[in-house]
């Protein structure tokens, strides 16, 4: 294919140099001699080595010309021209399942085994790709390269080692177009894996092989492997005091391990659980007194078994505590045995900022929040222009009864203060202007509209109004209308869609909005019995009380809370630090590799983020053998649509997308060029005939 | 080769740069003549002194009367070859003469060797004269050793041009008519002609008493052509064109003309004739003195 076949014409300028040639060739150069009388008229010996010099150099200046009139004709390539891709020819992608479970038992050196067997396995024309699947991503390691050069894949297989994120076979699969590259022959996918059950797709459909791809399932898992790992570990919602701790396991047999606590590196108490066989799913409740108990019957619809163990009335001083929980003795999968958390211990404050403490709304609040039994808040008055000093980190929950009143400096402290991790419940009261200032920033607000209002909508899927209660009966005499962000959430709206409470996040904290103001003037929501509920419950959310809060998967994005002004440093569990000098003020995301605990040290003072690996990698159990028949069939369909498909390519190539030579042949051209300047020189040089 | 060697030697390209033929013609013997004088052969010279007891018929004329006055005995001094040797110098002004592959001409330098031989003999007071030939006679000076003669001489020498082909059998023949008495015959030619003809035109001159020396006259490229590619060679005198491969120039043409010089040499010396070759790049008073050294191992 050409882009401008009518240049090719000029491929009849060849005849130019041969002519010329053939002229040179006839005139030999005279000399004049003092006398013929010994002179004979004889050929050259030399005619073949000459010749072939003109022939070189003829055969020069006509490929010059050729790739001159192909450069102006711009020849395009298209995939089928493409050399060497012979019909039979395949990309052999090995994907190696990297995810934590691999590291159980043998698994991991049968998965390398499985991958040189499939190595030897290649013809000479196929290609090889080496890809590791892992948490959120899929990495190519070796990119396509001829199976004949085996040697350094396996240099490259002996190098890679599992890490400990989870797997989602859905993800390597919808993503494998991108990372096996285009344009590119047929593959033969070889997923090297344990066919965990738990690294399923939440859709089936997920785990759709791409195009002119076959599928090659290589199972290096163990159907009988056990695991014993702690789920989680959070307080409980009884008593903030008592912890609680899951431990699940796929055991066929009984087992019996010791639970650990240590508390900011000490050890805190152990208990002993025994985790009945797997076949029948269990829950036992470990008392108080360290005693375990039998366990009891529980669901049967699962194969895994589970124990909980309390660790109750947890004596711990004000402040953050690290919380490890460990299993003696380790098993096969020693990563998941132990589970970090971070706990907020502290006789929790609220701050409620009011421009007139005697105010209805200012009572109203701190009669409700005072009330509340669990979180336990201690509430202190303070009017907008004394929190301009002293730190607000020590406050669970600030309360501002008019975002109005706030100046835009103050505002400016409390947006920082929920940008590292605070909390805010406000409304919106008479001092309100359109603009809010930095606190409610991009907001519109209008003027108040004395019209009858009631609550249209409800989000109750929120944790804060789960337990709504009837807003529809709270009447609204006075209401104004509020456009928000994008990224705002709208949690209650009035029937005409205005929003009544709205979440706004900022950095790695949360703010409440309510857009009316808690006064009898606007309505009666302060006499009606929701309202206490519903502050307790926006508290609750708000200081987020349990500690399992504060923990993270590995692979997970975690919000640090370091602005751009403040700053700061991370550390990962290991006391290095995560953040590079030029990262230190922008580093507002971390996404953790390590288990363990985190330290964030910002302006406001040091936070820990505990994070553990994904408990869902834990569990062993493979993949239900008609499940892996239905992903076969699945790629089985999908191979006879791609033959089709195929077929259908060959006999069109609108699909086709042209590469042209042109630049490439341009090269050439001046590289010939090149070549026939100094060839040239030389033998005119000869030409001119001097004596040695 | 050290400068003072270098300067003692004469090579015709310095000499085309002398304006004047006769300050070359001078510039070459007397340089030469200097150099004979570190020569342990002592050799150009026709003057041999002896004496000789007097006896009866003696010309009185020739006593040495001092030796006479010291011996009282009648001594008579006597000079060998005290008759005047005539110079006549035959210069070859063919077309083919006027070839040159970078240097002097062959009729450059052959107007040089003539000029040489023309100053070398006035200085002796012989007398000296030039005829001038290509296809015919051109141009004679009849010899003499008048005064002056040899300023015209060389002036002569000098206007002398290249003129059309050669005929060198037929020149000869003439030449009989212009040399009436004995004498050295110099022919300064490139001698292409054919030896056998060339022997029997000069064997009358040889047979007439003249003592007659071939100086032929040949490019460096005449002798060892040297080319890479193929040529075509032109002859300068009949514009006849070859096409000729550098194979047969470095091998067939050199023996073809080493035959050629030799058939020459063995038919000069048949006649009692002597041919001596000299390259055009040769220096000039190197060749003179192989001339005269020649001359003397030859008497």
């Given at each position: 294919m050409f882009l401008a076949p009518a240049f090719l014409l000029g491929l009849l300028a060849i005849g130019v140099p041969i002519w010329l040639h053939r002229v040179a060739r006839a005139n030999p150069t005279q000399h004049p001699f003092a006398s013929l009388m010994f002179v004979e008229a004889s050929e050259t010996q030399r005619t073949a080595k000459r010749t072939l010099r003109y022939w070189l150099l003829l055969s020069l200046r006509i490929l010059l010309l050729i790739a001159l009139v192909l450069a102006f004709a711009g020849p395009l390539l298209t995939e089928r021209a493409i050399p060497g891709a012979n019909a039979n020819a395949r990309l052999h992608a090995i994907v190696l399942d990297t995810s934590l479970s691999m590291q159980d038992g043998d698994r991991w050196q049968r998965a390398l085994n499985e991958a040189d067997s499939i190595l030897k396995s290649l013809s000479s024309s196929d290609r090889v790709l080496v890809a590791t699947a892992e948490g959120r991503r899929v990495s190519v390691v070796q990119s396509s390269t001829p199976a004949s050069t085996a040697g350094t894949v396996r240099g490259t297989l002996r190098a890679l080692k599992p890490g400990i994120e989870r797997l989602d076979y859905g993800l390597a699969m919808s993503t494998a177009d991108n990372w096996l590259g285009s344009p590119r022959p047929p593959v033969v996918l070889h997923l090297i894996s344990d066919l965990q059950q738990s690294a399923a797709p939440l859709r089936f459909a997920d785990l759709e092989p791409p195009a002119r791809t076959q599928l090659m399932l290589?199972?290096?898992?163990?159907?009988?492997?056990?695991?014993?790992?702690?789920?989680?570990?959070?307080?409980?919602?009884?008593?903030?005091?008592?912890?609680?701790?899951?431990?699940?396991?796929?055991?066929?047999?009984?087992?019996?391990?010791?639970?650990?606590?240590?508390?900011?590196?000490?050890?805190?108490?152990?208990?002993?659980?025994?985790l009945p066989a797997s076949a029948v799913a269990t829950d036992s409740v470990e008392t108080e007194g360290g005693d375990h108990l039998t366990p009891q019957l529980g669901s049967q619809a699962t194969t895994t078994s589970s124990a909980k163990v309390l660790f109750s009335d947890l004596k711990l001083a004000a402040g953050s505590h690290r919380l490890e929980v460990s299993l003696d003795p380790a098993d096969a999968l020693p990563q998941d045995d132990h589970f970090y958390a971070v706990l907020e211990h502290a006789d929790p404050k609220a701050l409620l900022v009011a421009p007139d403490t005697r105010a209805d709304d200012v009572s109203y609040f701190a009669s409700a929040i005072g009330s509340l039994a669990a979180p336990t808040l201690s509430v202190e008055e303070r009017a907008p222009e004394t929190i301009g000093t002293g730190a607000l980190t020590g406050y669970s929950l600030m309360v501002i009864a008019d975002v109005g009143a706030l100046t835009d400096i103050q505002a400016k402290r409390i947006k920082e203060y929920v940008a590292a991790g605070g909390s805010v419940l406000a409304t919106l009261g008479t001092h309100t202007a359109i603009e809010p200032g930095p606190l409610l920033e991009g907001w519109r607000i209008s003027e108040p509209e004395q019209s009858i209002a009631a609550v249209g909508e409800i989000a109750t899927t929120h944790p804060v109004l789960r337990e709504a209660g009837d807003w529809h009966s709270v009447r609204f005499f006075r209401h104004r209308a509020v456009q928000v962000t994008k990224d705002d959430k709208a949690l209650i709206t009035y029937e005409n869609g205005t929003p009544l409470l709205i979440e706004r996040t900022i950095g790695a904290g949360h703010m409440l909005v309510l857009t009316a103001p808690v006064e009898r003037e606007w309505n009666d929501l302060a006499i009606h019995p929701l309202f206490v509920r519903f502050i307790a419950e926006a508290a609750r959310y708000l200081v987020r009380g349990d500690a399992s809060a504060a923990s993270t998967t590995v692979g997970s994005v975690v919000l640090t809370g370091l602005t751009a002004t403040g700053g700061g440093q991370i550390f990962d569990p290991r006391g290095e630090r995560v953040l590079g000098?030029?990262?230190?003020?922008?580093?507002?995301?971390?996404?953790?590799?390590?288990?363990?605990?985190?330290?964030?040290?910002?302006?406001?003072?040091?936070?820990?983020?505990?994070?553990?690996?994904?408990?869902?990698?834990?569990?062993?159990?493979?993949?239900?053998?008609?499940?892996?028949?239905?992903?076969?069939?699945?790629?089985?369909?999908?191979?006879?649509?791609?033959?089709?498909a195929a077929v259908a390519a060959a006999t069109s190539s609108a699909d086709e997308k042209p590469r042209s030579l042109g630049p490439a042949v341009l090269w050439l051209a001046a590289l010939l060029l090149l070549a026939e300047l100094l060839l040239a020189n030389r033998y005119l040089a000869i030409r001119r005939e001097t004596p040695k | 080769m050290s400068s003072t060697a270098i300067n003692r030697l004469l090579l015709p390209t310095t000499l085309a740069g002398l304006a004047n033929l006769e300050l070359v013609a001078r510039t070459a013997v007397e340089g030469f003549l200097t150099g004979l004088h570190r020569s342990?052969?002592?050799?150009?010279?026709?003057?041999?002194?002896?004496?000789?007891?007097?006896?009866?018929?003696?010309?009185?004329?020739?006593?040495?009367?001092?030796?006479?006055?010291?011996?009282?005995?009648?001594?008579?001094?006597?000079?060998?070859?005290?008759?005047?040797?005539?110079?006549?110098?035959?210069?070859?002004?063919?077309?083919?003469?006027?070839?040159?592959?970078?240097?002097?001409?062959?009729?450059?330098?052959?107007?040089?060797?003539?000029?040489?031989?023309?100053?070398?003999?006035?200085?002796?007071?012989?007398?000296?004269?030039?005829?001038?030939f290509d296809e015919q006679i051109r141009q004679f000076r009849p010899a003499t050793s008048r005064a002056g003669s040899l300023q015209s001489m060389i002036h002569t020498i000098d206007g002398v041009t290249a003129g059309r082909g050669t005929n060198l059998e037929e020149c000869f023949r003439s030449f009989g008519e212009h040399l009436k008495r004995r004498g050295l015959v110099a022919v300064i030619s490139d001698l292409y002609c054919d030896p056998l003809k060339m022997s029997k035109a000069v064997q009358p001159l040889a047979y007439h008493g003249h003592d007659i020396m071939l100086f032929q006259l040949l490019d460096p490229r005449e002798l060892k052509p040297e080319w890479s590619e193929s040529v075509l060679l032109e002859d300068v005198e009949t514009h006849q064109t070859l096409n000729v491969a550098p194979e047969y120039l470095a091998g067939e043409y050199r023996d073809k003309l080493g035959a050629h010089l030799a058939s020459l040499r063995k038919a000069a010396a048949d006649v009692g004739a002597h041919q001596l070759l000299i390259s055009t790049d040769e220096p000039l008073d190197r060749a003179l003195r192989r001339y005269l050294l020649f001359r003397e191992g030859r008497s």
């Open positions: 290589h199972d290096v898992g163990n159907a009988a492997a056990e695991n014993v790992f702690i789920q989680g570990a959070q307080l409980t919602t009884v008593d903030t005091r008592s912890l609680e701790v899951t431990v699940r396991g796929t055991a066929a047999k009984p087992q019996q391990r010791q639970v650990i606590l240590a508390i900011d590196g000490k050890e805190y108490g152990r208990r002993t659980v025994d000098l030029a990262q230190t003020a922008a580093a507002d995301r971390l996404i953790p590799d390590q288990t363990g605990f985190y330290e964030i040290r910002g302006n406001d003072g040091v936070r820990w983020i505990a994070v553990n690996v994904d408990a869902r990698e834990s569990d062993l159990t493979p993949l239900p053998a008609s499940f892996v028949q239905r992903w076969r069939a699945m790629q089985v369909r999908q191979a006879a649509a791609t033959n089709v | 342990p052969h002592y050799g150009f010279s026709q003057e041999f002194k002896e004496y000789r007891a007097y006896v009866e018929g003696d010309d009185p004329r020739f006593v040495d009367w001092n030796v006479y006055a010291r011996t009282e005995r009648t001594y008579i001094r006597r000079y060998e070859g005290e008759t005047n040797t005539r110079l006549m110098i035959l210069l070859d002004a063919s077309a083919s003469m006027d070839y040159s592959s970078g240097g002097v001409s062959k009729l450059q330098y052959g107007k040089f060797l003539a000029a040489a031989l023309a100053y070398l003999a006035a200085r002796q007071h012989d007398p000296v004269g030039l005829i001038v």
